[in-house]
C-alpha cells in the first residue's frame, strides 16, 4: 500500500474535536484515535505496512520525524488517545517518568520521606531500584539488632 493511502487511513480514523487538556490549555485541543485501543496500555494502536505501531508514534514519525535512540514520544497533554503532533515530545524514559500521573511518577517526584526526612543526595540510596532513607534504615536495623539481642 503507498504511503499516502496508509497517512488517509490513519487520518480517518482521528477526532480532531478532542477535549482541551486542563493542565495544559495552551495546547489547544486533542485529537482522539478512534480506532484501536490497547487492552494494557490504553494507547491507540494502528496497523501500517504488516506492523502494529502506537498511533501516537506513528503521528509523531509521520509529521514531526524520527525518533532520536534513548528517547521516547511523551504526551504533553496526558491524554493517552490523542495524536497531535504538536502534543509531543520526545524526551528519555527517566523525564517521561518523572512528568507522569502514574504511582511511580508522583513518587519518583517526591522530595521528603513518609517520616519527614529528605530524599535528597547524601541521606538516600537506591536499592531495588528504589530510594531508601538512611536514617530510616538505620533506626529499621538498630530496632531489629535490639530485638535480636533481647531473644539471646
Not at 487492552?39 to 504488516?50: I, K, Q, S
Request: aromatic share 10%; with cysteine.
Amino acid at each position: 500500500m503507498p504511503r499516502e493511502a496508509i497517512v488517509k487511513r490513519f487520518w480517518q480514523k482521528v477526532n480532531k474535536d478532542g477535549p482541551i487538556p486542563t493542565h495544559r490549555p495552551d495546547l489547544g485541543r486533542c485529537w482522539i484515535w478512534t480506532a484501536a485501543i490497547g487492552t494494557f496500555t490504553g494507547y491507540g494502536v494502528f496497523r501500517a505496512l504488516g506492523k502494529w505501531i502506537s498511533a501516537h508514534r506513528f503521528s509523531y514519525l509521520e509529521f514531526v520525524g524520527p525518533i532520536a535512540d534513548g528517547l521516547e514520544v511523551d504526551h504533553l497533554c496526558r491524554n493517552r488517545i490523542c495524536v497531535r503532533p504538536s502534543h509531543f515530545e520526545a524526551v528519555t524514559r527517566q523525564v517521561n517518568q518523572l512528568r507522569s500521573s502514574s504511582v511511580s511518577g508522583l513518587n519518583a517526584r517526591k522530595t521528603i520521606y513518609v517520616r519527614g526526612h529528605s530524599l535528597q543526595e547524601g541521606n538516600v540510596y537506591i536499592h531495588c531500584r528504589r530510594r531508601v532513607c538512611k536514617i530510616c534504615h538505620r533506626a529499621k536495623t538498630a530496632k531489629q539488632r535490639r530485638g535480636a539481642l533481647s531473644q539471646l
